[in-house]
């Protein structure tokens, strides 16, 4: 193929790993199935998933990352038993790191365009937060307006800190021309975000969610996260206990809330590249950061083999349809009979993504904030 060729000028092979596909991995193990960019570039066609490195930590102010944080991820999710038969999986190696922080960004995002072209989902194991700029810049490369998610304990815009990580989400929010139609960000602790900055994403119609809150309803982040198209997850969202790699703090999301949120991005339609970012292997203990994000890979393989099975939304006979008014609107709510999963029609009849507590408060007449804040978005 001839986009394999162009992509080649800016991957690497995968590292050699502890134990090889020929000896160590049992049979049903990840290691023994996956296809992997060892020496001959591997087949993309009809990969339902493309891993892919990118070691670059010059954003969060690290000259180099000697660690090779995706092979360490790799190295433990390989270990992992496969219950996902039904997907293809291709591992196409690492981005090559730029003689500058601009010269990986360019080659991550030349890699996503062409990726994107050919797989499912492309998952960047990373390497720094702001290599989500090279997630949504590939986006722009295709003039694609999109809705992105971010999973962070902090919110990215700090402009006083010299570290592009510490602030990318000013040049992904603002730019011109930009192609955020929606942003969400799952997650935030307050204690480390001024309340100013909240009422600016609020007054953007951007919809921020507090960690604690999600804990207490982490099934609301579904419909968030299935009308996404980039999903982008800081570790340093997950309470330090269960990934040790993490030092901004503490507390957050438990692994199997992280696990949950990734499940989401698997089961989404739409989500098409996720980055799992921050993590230092050189701070982990135990391997545990590498096996909760190996983990968290897993569940996403879990989403998307489910996913697959959904019906589309123009396949009536496999939906409930109930129809109901709150303040003088009339509209109708869709429940998937495989999945259980629903969606609602705005005004202009477009269906999205919502969860069975909108059907309850439109039932009780009170209007759902998602619907509202969809409509003051103009969607």
């Known amino acids: 193929m001839s986009e394999d060729l162009h992509i080649l000028d800016y991957l690497d092979p995968v590292h050699a790993l502890s134990l090889s596909k020929n000896e160590g991995y049992k049979d049903g193990q990840i290691g023994k199935q996956i296809t992997v960019y060892e020496e001959e570039f591997p087949d993309l066609l009809h990969a339902e ?59 991550l995002k030349m890699v996503l365009i062409e990726l994107m072209d050919i797989a499912g989902t492309v998952v960047i194991l990373g390497g720094s937060h702001d290599l989500t700029l090279s997630q949504y810049n590939s986006y722009g490369g295709k003039k694609k307006v999109i809705e992105a998610t971010c999973v962070d304990a902090l919110i990215d815009l700090n402009i006083d800190s010299v570290n592009r990580a510490d602030n990318f989400l000013m040049e992904m929010l603002t730019d011109e021309p930009n192609y955020i139609r929606h942003y ?25 969610f507090r960690s604690g809150n999600v804990k207490e309803n982490i099934e609301e982040m579904e419909p968030v996260i299935r009308n996404s198209n980039l999903f982008s997850f800081d570790i340093s969202a997950i309470a330090n206990t269960y990934a ?42 135990d391997n545990l950061t590498a096996k909760q994000i190996s983990q968290m890979l897993w569940y996403f393989m879990e989403g998307k083999s489910r996913g697959k099975k959904e019906a589309k939304l123009e396949e009536k006979d496999s939906f409930l349809e109930f129809h109901t008014a709150f303040a003088e609107v009339q509209t109708t709510f869709l429940q998937s009979k495989k999945t259980n999963r629903w969606w609602m029609q705005l005004p202009d009849k477009k269906f999205i993504a919502c969860s069975f507590k909108d059907y309850l408060m439109a039932s009780s007449n009170e209007i759902p904030e998602r619907w509202l804040r969809a409509q003051e978005r103009g969607e």
Not at 69 to 76: G, M, N
Not at 189 to 206: A, G, I, W
Not at 261 to 283: C, D, H, K, W
């Open 49 to 107: 998933i493309v891993l892919i490195g990118c070691e670059e930590q010059r954003g969060a102010g690290k000259n180099r990352n000697l660690f090779h944080a995706p092979d360490a991820i790799r190295e433990q999710f390989y270990q992992l038993f496969s219950w996902h038969g039904d997907l293809k999986i291709v591992d196409a190696g690492n981005v090559k790191s730029g003689a500058s922080l601009p010269d990986t960004y360019a080659a």
């Open 184 to 208: 969400n960000h799952i997650g935030f602790q307050s204690y480390y975000v001024h309340p100013h900055m909240l009422e600016t994403m609020d007054k953007l119609r951007f919809d921020c």
């Open 244 to 285: 040790p790699s993490n030092s901004v703090s503490p507390n957050g999301f438990n692994g199997e809330e992280a696990c949950t949120l990734m499940r989401y991005a698997g089961l989404s339609p739409n989500v098409n590249t996720i980055g799992i970012y921050g993590f230092q292997p050189e701070n982990d203990r």
